[in-house]
């Protein structure tokens, strides 16, 4: 799951031109859609007859030579990879696994705005149905994840967060420091895990969430051994004491800095509200570039507290890789 470097894909120059091969690709539809602006190019691989490479992965992504996008995801049956064979021996419900991978192919346990995006694909491929109201149960890298469908989108049971660093950083508040461009001093960050790594760090009005320059990767001491989602966050003023808001800018492992982070944003919405302390409200608004995502704290059966992602998904375009 370490973050790997852009590799270079099969080339072919041809009176000038560039032309990338995307091999096991060519000839698939795809489609591209987007959650709060984290876009994915989709497609579906019922039998698991693709196999899918970081350099094609890669290819597909780039936002010069291929369709661009922050991720590939593949739906395939459960039955049809290891990873999802797994979760169908102990529950036959689960029929759909989302094969996610980074923008630079590499893998990655979850993803919150993708899960989104996935159902959306299955119900709108006539592969699964799912009336408002009712749930659907699909394997992902992370685990099994109940999904419902909303009015405007879909809401995500994504299981429990939990600290990275175990009771230590519940303790100090913070394991982490981490340093980016455009902030003067290096601040401390709290690694919050949703199935995937995170490293929140809560910034003060005044440091101007906008003045974080995040073209190059933020420093995380210590460093991850899978490297970690940067996310940077600032409190908003807002009257309903019921509701915690916030405003988050990510950088995602495996990305670059995009436009919302599913994951990111329970992780954000997880640390304030430590934070905040016991006072700190259940549900959350987390304002991103890509639009507003909403994270509730819910007590689980299994007494556990999980965490409810819920916001829309676009679908933006279909194609014919060729
Ligand atoms: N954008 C996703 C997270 C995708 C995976 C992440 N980059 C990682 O490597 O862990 C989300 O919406 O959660």
């Not at 996610?100 to 993708?114: E, L, P, T, V």
């Not at 879909?154 to 394991?175: H, I, L, N, Q, T």
Request: charged share 25%; net charge negative.
């Amino acid at each position: 799951m370490r973050p790997r470097k852009l590799t270079a894909v099969t080339e072919t120059v041809d009176r000038g031109v560039k032309t990338v091969d995307w091999r096991e690709l060519v000839n698939h539809e795809v489609v591209k859609a987007h959650g709060t602006g984290n876009d994915f190019v989709v497609f579906t691989d019922e039998y698991g007859e693709v196999s899918l490479t970081a350099d094609t992965v890669a290819a597909v992504c780039d936002r010069h030579m291929g369709l661009g996008a922050d991720g590939v995801i593949r739906a395939v049956r459960t039955t049809e990879l290891p990873e999802g064979r797994k979760l169908f021996d102990q529950d036959p419900s689960v029929e759909w696994f989302m094969d996610y991978r980074n923008a630079d192919g590499s893998i990655a346990q979850m993803c919150g705005n993708g899960v989104r995006v996935f159902v959306d694909h299955l119900v709108r491929e006539g592969l699964v149905e799912l009336p408002q109201g009712s749930q659907l149960r699909i394997g992902t890298r992370a685990g099994v994840r109940s999904v419902a469908r909303t009015d405007g989108g879909y809401a995500v049971d994504m299981g429990p967060w939990s600290f990275m660093a175990g009771e230590d950083a519940r303790e100090k508040g913070s394991d982490a420091v981490v340093t980016t461009d455009g902030l003067n001093v290096p601040r401390p960050g709290l690694s919050i895990s949703m199935g995937n790594p995170h490293t929140v760090v809560a910034l003060s009005e005044e440091d101007k969430l906008d003045q974080l320059d995040l073209r190059r990767a933020p420093s995380v001491s210590p460093e991850p051994e899978d490297g970690t989602n940067v996310e940077f966050v600032v409190p908003v003023d807002h009257d309903d004491v019921e509701v915690g808001r916030i405003h988050m800018r990510v950088f995602e492992r495996g990305v670059g800095e995009t436009h919302s982070c599913g994951t990111g944003a329970c992780a954000a919405a997880a640390a304030t509200r430590f934070w905040g302390g016991v006072d700190a409200p259940d549900r959350w608004l987390v304002e991103v570039p890509g639009g507003v995502l909403s994270v509730t704290f819910v007590p689980a059966t299994d007494g556990t507290e999980h965490v409810v992602l819920a916001g829309p998904t676009r679908v933006v375009a279909r194609a014919i890789l060729v």
